[in-house]
């Protein structure tokens, strides 16, 4: 019967399947959280990124 041929195996399909489970349980529940806020470092480098793009292009 589904080639259950012994408990190690029985253990594998229910270790799957509830992995899985739980998997989709965890994306449910933060399906929509929003990203971390903005650090100041994070507008630091950008600004130097642009700096050196527009040194790159002129």
Known sequence: MLGLEGF???LAYV???GSAALCIAYGALTW???DESIRPE?????????QSDNGLTN
């Open 15 to 17: 270790l799957c399947i």
């Open 32 to 34: 929509n959280k929003g």
């Open 42 to 50: 994070d507008e630091q480098w950008a600004k130097k990124e642009k």
């Open 8 to 10: 190690g195996v029985f």
